[in-house]
């Protein structure tokens, strides 16, 4: 059980943020802040792209020297990646100051960055912006700090539950950006979790990547996977319940449920705002013989252009979605696929292709679109999140840079 | 050796074709036959989709029973994907057509659909058309052919090369179809080679695989993958050369050559053809480990809707480029790499990242751009070809059935 509350990274107890500009973007907020009160358990999940941004580097390194952190530093307008040995000083220059100023080791401080690739960070401007965010740290911050992570976002993602671990009421916040380049193994998106719970900083980690399985790898927008991406969450225990250590522990599974939905209602926001995207859709594949299949099958199907670009004219061209299962290297028999634009069934098994066209249409006009693919071989499922292939996509990330 | 030549398919000796409208669309020609004076051997590559439509089917069927055909009778309009076993009746009864007309084993005939996905074949039109195109049949045909097999195409894709075999001028002549859903392991594009050259079955086949592994497997415009693509090649041995019958044999080198100069040539045409394209864009990787490395990081640069987009909007956005060999799943050392667009450099090695704006925007306004990328490891190199990804890809696609 868990519920939805207010106030983002800001809402569990102990934790202040802010966010401010100091200079990256023209006019907009481009640097965040937060900050645990107390020394909080830190776990990460971070970019598979062999080429990782200076900030990623950094943050493997910090959690590997101890799962222990104060506070997270993010700038955006500029990724600080493919920016070699200058771009690892940058980074480090952001968690020292930020360690200074709260007088703790600058390993103690993980630090985050999005934006274009290949620039040098303008670090001077960065460091007394730091300076402003800790002047202006409050327990009410969260939504500048949501703000001060958007780069082409067009609305801040901030989200916040609570449940019930050990008697005691646990809360736990997030924010999110990413609006484009999501792809599954995490894309230019950037999340940080806050949570009041008391935990072993093994668990958060295993409970964390489970998660993120299940939430940030499930989405995609265009395919490309960036340099940047990271999932950061820190648990400082201010809830006051016993450490969770284990799986097994009680009020383990209400926080790792709690963290899941966190986590997917994040994804979708991030989708909803997939750049150009007018209409959310969800690839259901059942009836694989594995999750594993099931999860390729829809992957391959919610990356195809062909598909988003159809649902985007509202065409129910169900064979493109066939097709794009058809080449996702799982192996199935075509026959006895069936599927469904929400309750309309456009293909049964054994190729029954008659079907309505216009009860077709009026599910593709919604702006929320399930389609559901049952391969009929097995009882295993997987669901993956995307929006449509829109002109606006590409009239967004044909100037990017400029 | 090789040159260029006349006529395409029509261009080697005893080979005529033709071109007809038959109704699967409103009034362009949509149906095309390709006929060989005398039995010809014959082989074929295929879709590697494991939804294959029916004429992929029916054809790697009567190739096997025997490597050998007197024709190819194709639709455009319709892909008989999806169809189940109406749909293979359907492939059945259109080589059985044309086989009677020619007086030969209905597995004598090769077919091919290409269209829309998960429609049965207004087969009785096609039959009369079969009847038509037949009657019209022309050793000038090749134009009319290649208009047949057009769907989304904006100009037709018509190659002929001549080289010297045993003494013996031998003609190699080609048509082509594609413009989208274009991707490596064959995607909606259809080729259809004659020549006059003597030869055998097997050396053929192995021939055109070598071929297509070069040029059709190299190109990709969307990265998505079809139900009905082949390669399929009639060689009649018109030309009167010494049956070709292995690699060793003088001659065969220079076969070879110009296939894979004919389907190259073919290839580029698709590319150029990219639905909604602007530009053509040559992405070569080099110093690789091994060749397919280099090809791997070459088709993910060139399936990056990111590049694809910043190239379209004449954006020198590098990191794109780096970040999609970072995730194309190679090992390689990101410092090491170097980027030239052109001749300008915009990466050197070691995140060398100083470059001329206005010197790489001048490369990225030209119709055809190269993009290279050296890995610095190995000597190993591979290209791909790709278009850029405009807002008139999304409007084409959108509603390509209504």
Redesign the interface.
Known sequence: MHNATDGGVTAPKGFQAAGVHCGIKKAKKDLALIVSDTMATAAGVFT?????AAPVVLDKEHLAVRPFARAVVVNSGN?N?????Q?LRDARAMAQKTARLLNVHSTDVLVSSTG?????LPIDEILAGIDTAFSGLSCTGSNDAAEGIMTTDTFLKEVAFTCVVDGKKVTLGGIAKGS??IAP?MATMLAFVTTDLAISPALLHAVLVDATRKSFNRITV??????NDMVLILANGAAGNRELGSVEDPGCREFSDALEALLVKLSKMIVLDGEGATKFIEIKVKGATTEEEAERAARSVA????VK??I??E??????I??????SGI??N??EVSINFGDVPV?QR??G?DFSEECAKKVLQEKEIVITVDLHQGTAEAVFWTCD???E???I??????
Chains 1, 2 share one sequence.
């Open positions: 598979q792209n062999l080429v990782a990724a990646a493919c920016t070699g040995e771009g274009v690739i290949g620039q040098h484009g380049m193994n265009d395919g490309d996977t960036s340099t990356n195809s252009n062909l670009t159809a985007n004219g065409d129910a061209n169900w064979g493109r066939l097709a794009a299962v058809g080449y192996t199935f075509p026959d293909l054994h190729y292709i292939l829109s002109k996509y590409v009239a990330n044909a100037n990017y840079r400029t």
